[in-house]
């Protein structure tokens, strides 16, 4: 199986991807992370010669790129997130476009072109709040247009 992670150079994905790769030899992981400011791009050094573990350097805002990689794997396990509440009061913007038009680019980008087997998004209760505020507006819109 391949999966997709996003937000695998993070805190939760990096130890995800590492304990599958270890743990699951028939496993395969395709790592899609934007590397923000507060990312250790090293991370995952550890698995740089993993010819099981492939890193790419993008955003899942980037629709170009999800429809390419969902059609080339099996389960998303979605973690790429901003997390650091000190910034998400300082710049909330950033917030909504990474947490929640990313999880919905790639919410679409699955329904599109891909019928996943599996799809875990890990996320907390607010931002999952946040997204379905969001989702709700824009069906309003879309109804009353
Ligand atoms: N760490 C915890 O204790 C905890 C607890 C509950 C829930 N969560 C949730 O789990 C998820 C991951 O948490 P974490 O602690 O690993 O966060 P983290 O900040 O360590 O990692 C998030 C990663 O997502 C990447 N990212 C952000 N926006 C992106 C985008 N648009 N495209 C691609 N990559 C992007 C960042 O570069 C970063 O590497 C979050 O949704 C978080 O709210 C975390």
Known sequence: ???LVTGGLGF????FCRHIIRKYPEFEIINIDKIGTATNGNSLKDLENEK????????IRDSKLLKYLITHVDAVVNMAAETHVDTSIVDPTSFLQNNTVGTFT???AIKKYNELDLLILIQQVKQLRIFLSWLIVKLMILIYQ
């Open 106 to 108: 790639l919410l679409e």
């Open 1 to 3: 199986m391949r999966i």
């Open 52 to 59: 099981r573990y492939t890193f790419i350097r993008g955003d």
């Open 12 to 15: 939760i994905g990096s130890n």
